[in-house]
């Protein structure tokens, strides 16, 4: 996919060259936050000009000023709450999972506390990875082409947008998260004068992700409250954050059964678009399927990075209930449970919280965590209330497929929408995204029904407590270990003895590097390589 890719084949002397020539000297490389070291490609886009540009108000609606983006558009068959910039899956815009994942949310009964929360974030929105091959074809080609009715904005469109880094509302996103865990956890900050470590990759979009988070969280004299630790993400460094670095199966085509699964449904779904837009252009076949395809990512970038597209109207709610599924199929089977990287690539993250859960530091290998950082007290600290870890989409999903996040692994077929679904890629990773993991601290055990605050007799007990964008992500769905409970908490040892296993689970010496071939899709189906025997 020309939009997800992530290795862009940047060979590691080169890579090396751009990054190491701009250290600063006396500052450990991990704690270099300029100039960056490993920033990745950062070409930027052509400034929006949305006052200029937006067509709102719409034929027969009253005029809703942008917020910050114009999502007006209207769309053909949507339904009345129906918000077709809520299916495009990775590429949405943060929104809060809006209907939850199964279990309903309580309060926390009078007298226990929330002792600890560990925040995994997604950085904001931002540009595509490269160029789409759609816009080199209409507008470096010598083919003549004139498009017509709702195409006809093409004849004059050109491609305004950069590479990788965030956009504007990228940055609003994380410094409005970060306002947000003030409010949630502000209390947790220990208030004493010490720094806490936060934790992000060296690429720009992820360290900017960082800063403007810790902005929103402390102000902008935050560089007094915490200090940005960034791992390097680069082919074959060790990096939890950014698990696929070192773990080359995972961008081989073992890795990719997603991609083609993405394929196969897109040519089912856009066949009724593809007749509509060919009898808007001449000739019809310069627009191929795949390129309507791409016209629906551009929507999506389009809209982060300049405020509004022309491309969102030109799809029905049904193909972007069709471009969303696409999207979950594609994580399904490179990412999640129908990979067979999909576990190896976020256990070194399930390592992590395990250590700081059980108060160690992880000195020998396990796996591809970088045992020089999360050896040391100094950048893998256990004394902290808050941590902050930043990361992206596709590694969040191997974290929660590591975790054995088992509401995400029923097969979802290439041939049409499985409906009722969990795995909804814009539900668990918009841009923004963020899973809060809290440790609350209770003075006797609380009912599983939650039909009283506490239980008439019992010890102080200790819950861990998932919280995806917003919604309790209720673990005894899948480790029968924390029992069936109402409020979806897990007590700390149950959890503990559910996540032992998960590291040989992963199967990560082999899945990452071991020689085994490609299956087609929906072979898989656990997260780890098919066993020959
Ligand atoms: C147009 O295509 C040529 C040949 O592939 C390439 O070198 C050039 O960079 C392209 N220009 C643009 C604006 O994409
Ligand atoms: C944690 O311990 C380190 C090293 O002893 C110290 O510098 C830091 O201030 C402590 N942090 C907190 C939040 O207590
Ligand atoms: C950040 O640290 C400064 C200096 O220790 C302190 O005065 C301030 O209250 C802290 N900010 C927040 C939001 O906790
Ligand atoms: C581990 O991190 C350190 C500090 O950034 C770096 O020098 C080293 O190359 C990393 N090792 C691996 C295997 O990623
Ligand atoms: C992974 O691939 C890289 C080349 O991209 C290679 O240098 C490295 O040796 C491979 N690792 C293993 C363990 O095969
Ligand atoms: C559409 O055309 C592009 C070349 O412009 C090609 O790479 C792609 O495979 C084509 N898609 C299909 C489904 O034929
Ligand atoms: C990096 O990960 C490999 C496993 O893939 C491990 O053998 C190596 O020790 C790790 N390096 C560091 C510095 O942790
Ligand atoms: C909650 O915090 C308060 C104040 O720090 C403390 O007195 C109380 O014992 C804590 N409760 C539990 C269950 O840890
Ligand atoms: C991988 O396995 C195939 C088939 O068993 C074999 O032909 C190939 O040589 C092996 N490659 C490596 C690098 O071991």
């Not at 480790?479 to 409970?485: M, T, W």
């Amino acid at each position: 996919m020309y939009f997800l890719s992530i290795l862009a084949g940047a060979s590691l002397a080169a890579s090396a060259a751009i990054g190491f020539d701009k250290r600063q000297s006396g500052v450990p490389q991990y704690f270099q936050t300029t100039p960056e070291v490993f920033a990745g490609p950062t070409p930027t886009g052509v400034p929006a000009f949305l006052a200029e540009t937006n067509p709102a108000p719409f034929p027969s609606t009253t005029y809703i000023p942008p917020q910050p983006l114009e999502t007006q558009t209207p769309i053909k068959g949507a339904p009345a709450n129906g918000n077709i910039y809520h299916l495009h899956g990775q590429l949405s815009h943060y929104f809060p999972n809006p209907d939850g994942l199964g279990v309903n949310e309580y309060s926390l009964p009078k007298g226990s506390n929330i002792s600890q929360v560990h925040v995994l974030h997604r950085h904001g929105s931002r540009y595509p990875t490269a160029t789409p091959p759609t816009v080199d074809k209409l507008l470096n080609t010598t083919v003549k082409w004139k498009a017509s009715g709702q195409l006809a904005f093409l004849n004059d469109w050109t491609y305004k947008l950069g590479q990788q880094i965030l956009t504007p509302v990228g940055k609003q996103e994380l410094f409005d998260s970060g306002a947000l865990h003030q409010y949630l956890y502000g209390h947790l900050y220990p208030h004493d004068g010490s720094k806490i470590i936060a934790r992000s990759t060296t690429q720009d979009r992820m360290t900017q992700s960082a800063e403007y988070f810790l902005a929103g969280f402390f102000g902008l004299q935050w560089t007094n409250n915490a200090t940005l630790e960034l791992i390097i993400e680069e082919p074959n460094f060790n990096n939890t954050l950014a698990g696929y670095m070192n773990c080359n199966n995972s961008n081989l085509a073992p890795g990719e059964s997603g991609n083609t699964a993405e394929a196969e449904w897109y040519t089912i779904y856009l066949a009724d678009a593809l007749k509509r837009l060919q009898g808007m252009i001449d000739p019809p076949d310069i627009l191929n399927v795949t390129d309507l395809y791409n016209f629906q990512s551009l929507c999506a970038y389009e809209t982060v990075a300049l405020g509004y597209s022309d491309f969102c109207g030109l799809f029905t709610y049904e193909e972007w209930e069709g471009y969303e599924y696409s999207v979950d199929i594609n994580f399904a089977g490179n990412n999640a449970f129908q990979s067979p990287t999909g576990r190896a690539v976020g256990i070194g993250y399930v390592q992590e919280i395990r250590a700081r859960l059980q108060h160690h530091l992880i000195t020998s290998a396990e796996g591809q965590l970088n045992t020089t950082l999360d050896g040391m007290s100094s950048t893998f600290p256990l004394n902290q209330s808050l941590y902050f870890d930043f990361s992206h989409d596709t590694n969040i999903m191997g974290i929660l497929t590591a975790f054995g996040i088992t509401q995400f692994q029923p097969f979802l077929s290439a041939q049409a929408i499985t409906p009722g679904r969990w795995l909804q890629v814009s539900h668990l990773e918009p841009f923004g995204a963020r899973l809060d993991i809290e440790i609350i601290k209770t003075p006797r055990p609380v009912p599983a029904d939650r039909a009283a605050d506490y239980a008439d007799s019992g010890d102080p007990t200790t819950y861990v407590h998932f919280v995806l964008n917003q919604r309790t992500l209720p673990l005894g769905f899948s480790y029968g270990e924390c029992g069936n409970r109402a409020d979806g908490w897990c007590e700390i040892g149950a959890f503990l003895d559910a996540t032992a296993g998960l590291f040989d689970e992963a199967d990560y010496e082999f899945a990452c590097f071991g020689n085994y071939s490609a299956v087609p899709y929906g072979q898989i189906t656990n997260g780890v390589p098919l066993k020959s025997s």
